[in-house]
């Protein structure tokens, strides 16, 4: 199967415009729903179909894609009276590409083999910068059947992915990812408010840190080319990142994993968010403490 799949597309937020628009561009029959009409007809200028309800997108289709903000949204969309499993056919394969509770994940499953359809979880890596231009990073959960025939809708929509396992196994890996990702954002917000705070030149302590084991990927890719130039648009916001940190910190309590980093990283962010820094790139959390310590703001020079 490849893109001779017809697909429903729920959810078109900065994640999922981007990945839709790559599913259409690429071929695949595509209708789409979500509560932002215009959001909607973009896509349909692209050549989609426009659907009026979940519903409506998850009938007579294929798969169903859901990219959606919240574990609540998610299960209420996908599970609700009037949701993706009340109206797919069956033999339809419904693919979560949000970032949710584990347990809703496999909530879902259960619900969806009852039914007599299928589910895979395939949670999103990298930006909205990359979603937009294709290059995404999928971390899948499913059978390797089910992987099989969703693997060319992903394929348009990323140049990376992993087939992490069976059914949940793709969630659960983008947390362990995430936490990493959104907790290097609160070290590298500290260590950078520090070096403010000494009076140091940023470049010089960037040339140092990136030649030794202390960098990360957050420091060396993402950041020159938003905080550290003066860019907090959003390409994944303060509030996500909080968002995901609890949704981790939760996870990790029921794992019976300790993680008191993340729980304290979680806190900062609180602080961020109730600062009105929530709606800004997670990478603005280095504004957010010098804000606080009234310290210059970490900028490269231009």
């Not at 998850?58 to 969309?77: F, H, K, Q």
């Not at 899948?140 to 069976?166: R, S, W, Y």
Request: with cysteine.
């Amino acid at each position: 199967m490849s893109n001779n799949l017809t697909v429903g597309f729920v959810g078109l937020g900065r994640m999922g415009m981007g990945m839709a628009s790559n599913l259409q561009r690429k071929g695949f029959a595509l209708t789409v729903f979500d509560i932002n009409a215009d959001a909607v007809g973009a896509l349909v200028k692209l050549g989609a179909k426009a659907a009026g309800s979940i519903a409506e997108a998850s009938r007579d289709v294929d798969v169903i894609v859901t990219m959606l903000p919240n574990t609540a949204v998610v299960l209420e969309a996908v599970n609700g009276a009037d949701g993706v499993l009340a109206h797919a056919r069956k033999g339809a394969i419904v693919m979560d590409m949000s970032t949710v509770e584990p347990e809703a994940t496999d909530e879902l499953a259960a619900a969806a083999l009852a039914g007599g359809k299928s589910f895979v979880d395939a949670p999103v890596g990298r930006l909205a910068s990359h979603a937009d231009r294709g290059e995404s990073l999928f971390m899948v959960g499913g059978t390797e059947a089910d992987f099989n025939k969703v693997l060319p809708l992903l394929q348009a929509m990323g140049t990376t992915i992993h087939h992490c396992g069976a059914v949940g196994t793709g969630t659960r890996t983008k947390l362990v990812n995430n936490y990493l990702a959104v907790v290097s954002c609160q070290l590298n917000a500290e260590a950078l408010t520090l070096s403010q705070r000494f009076g140091l030149s940023l470049e010089k302590t960037l040339d140092v840190i990136y030649g030794t084991t202390a960098t990360n990927g957050q420091l060396k890719i993402a950041w020159p080319d938003k905080v550290l130039k003066g860019d907090i648009a959003p390409g994944f916001t303060i509030d996500l990142a909080h968002k995901d940190l609890t949704l981790i910190v939760s996870a990790a309590n029921s794992a019976k994993s300790p993680m008191p980093i993340g729980a304290a990283a979680r806190e900062a962010f609180s602080t961020a968010r109730a600062r009105g820094f929530g709606g800004n790139d997670f990478s603005a959390m280095v504004d957010v403490l010098c804000d606080l310590s009234n310290t210059p703001k970490a900028r490269l020079a231009k």
